[in-house]
């Protein structure tokens, strides 16, 4: 897909990934639909897509409530008489352990408020915005892509329960989806990236943030602008669906 002048959606877009993903897609010419529920932030990153010369345009939804969701890709459809492609990146972390004992006695369990949450944003989210945005491009007979955002964490991971179950789920829906919708021209991919420098890695502690860097072969954490240049990779190649691609500087071997 040539991405000049392509109309993409980002849930998550106000901020972290899928801001430095909007901004790349901007710079190759796609115009960027942002869905997030912080207005400032979602202004914030608008504006940094004028600045990369493309244009883009908010809209305030929760991904977890399925009339918030149909409501907002009707508007999009209709403001921007049609889409080419989403980015399912909204997401959040609830982390603990599944079970929490000391010398034989449980001290705290997950709730399941805290696993339903995270796979109401993760799962369902990603489940009811992919559904719509496939809609609209079969109704409009337009070929598009969806990338969803899952997480090396697929593979399990000690204190996350609910979110390795949420982007594990996630991939097993891209390969389904890739398989349902190829018929009708609707590439679909995920990626999977592992620890990513956010303000929240910088905010660690020197000796943690040495231990994960040291995790690594490449010796260092993830780049936002790395995961957004695999964003452009899926959506240009032609010949990419139904895969899931790694970006964890060979943590998972």
Not at 35 to 60: C, M, P, R
Not at 89 to 101: E, P, Q, T, Y
Not at 164 to 183: C, D, I, N, P, Y
Not at 196 to 207: G, N, Q, V
């Amino acid at each position: 897909m040539n991405l000049q002048d392509k109309v993409i959606v980002i849930t998550g877009g106000g901020q972290g990934l899928g801001r430095a993903m909007a901004v790349n897609l901007a710079q190759q010419g796609a115009k960027l639909v942002l869905i997030d529920l912080n207005e400032d932030s979602l202004q914030e990153t608008v504006n940094l897509v004028e600045q990369a010369g493309s244009e883009a345009k908010f809209y305030l939804a929760n991904v977890t409530v399925e009339q918030e969701v149909e409501q907002t890709f009707q508007a999009i459809n209709s403001d921007f008489n049609g889409f080419d492609g989403l980015i399912n990146n909204a997401g959040i972390l609830r982390d603990g352990m599944f079970v929490k004992a000391k010398d034989g006695q449980v001290t705290k369990k997950m709730s399941l408020e805290q696993f339903q949450s995270v796979i109401d944003v993760n799962l369902t989210g990603v489940f009811l915005c992919g559904r719509e945005a496939a809609v609209h491009m079969i109704e409009n007979n337009r070929k598009g892509v969806i990338i969803n955002m899952s997480s090396i964490a697929r593979q399990g991971n000690m204190g996350q329960t609910n979110y390795a179950a949420s982007k594990a789920g996630v991939v097993a829906m891209t390969v389904t989806w890739a398989r349902e919708l190829g018929r009708h021209g609707i590439r679909v991919g995920a990626i999977a990236p592992g620890v990513i420098r956010t303000a929240m890695t910088d905010a660690m502690k020197p000796e943690m943030r040495e231990r994960l860097e040291n995790m690594k072969p490449v010796g260092r954490l993830g780049e936002a602008d790395e995961i957004a240049h695999t964003v452009q990779y899926i959506f240009e190649n032609e010949f990419f669906t139904g895969r899931v691609v790694e970006i964890d500087g060979g943590l998972c071997m």
